[in-house]
Structure formats: C-alpha cells, structure tokens
C-alpha cells in the first residue's frame, strides 16, 4: 500500500515531537541541572507510534488525543518559561499543531 504525502508528514512531525520531549528535558533546558524525570515525558507518544507508521486509521485519531496535553503544555510553557525553555515549548506547540492538522488532512483522505 502507497503511503500518501500526508501521511509521511504526520509521521515526521510525530516523530519530531516524541525526540524534542526527550530533549527539552533531557539536555536542551531541563528543570534541573544535569536532566529531569520530565524527559519520561515523551514515552506515552510512544504507544501509538507503530500504528501510525502502519497507517491505522485508529492509531492516527487516538494519538491526536493524546497529543492534546502536549499541545497545552507547549501553550502554557512558553508564555511562562525563560528561555530557552520557552523556545524549546513553542516548538512542541507548533509540532502539536502540525501533527494535528496533518492528521486530519490524513483522516480526511482515507475517508474519501
């Protein structure tokens, strides 16, 4: 089965999403120096990961609502977090916001 543009894309971004976690916690800004359990973070996107790069159609919908929270958090953290903590936020919700509309466009295809 061919996998359409859409769906290369929302696997990318997911991808991208699940090692800006581990990083952002890990090495790039942590909350505390030398790492945090934060970077623990990024394992819960990691559910779903196979489903999409199978190109389930429920593993697409499900991880749009697991990426929710994360999407939230990015809002919130980079309003609030100096920098570069606050880069580091904006990029997760930009990736959140990327992973989302791609899915839909994915969805809407398949559906089609």
């Keep these: 089965m061919k996998r359409s543009l859409a769906q290369n894309l929302t696997c990318a971004a997911y991808i991208a999403l699940i090692l800006l976690t581990v990083w952002w916690e890990g090495y790039g800004a942590p909350l505390r120096e ?3 359990a934060l970077v ?3 394992l819960p996107l990691l ?4 489903g999409l790069l199978y190109g389930r159609l429920k593993s697409i919908q499900w991880a749009s609502l697991l990426c929710l929270p994360y999407l939230t958090e ?3 953290r980079a309003w609030a977090d100096p920098q570069p903590s606050a880069a580091y936020a904006l990029a997760e919700a930009v990736l959140c ?3 989302l509309v ?5 969805l809407k ?3 089609d």
């Design 34 to 36: 030398g790492g945090s």
């Design 40 to 42: 623990l973070k990024g």
């Design 47 to 50: 559910l779903p990961l196979r």
């Design 74 to 76: 990015g809002l919130t």
């Design 97 to 99: 916001g990327v992973f």
């Design 102 to 106: 791609l899915g839909w466009v994915w």
């Design 109 to 111: 295809r398949a559906r």
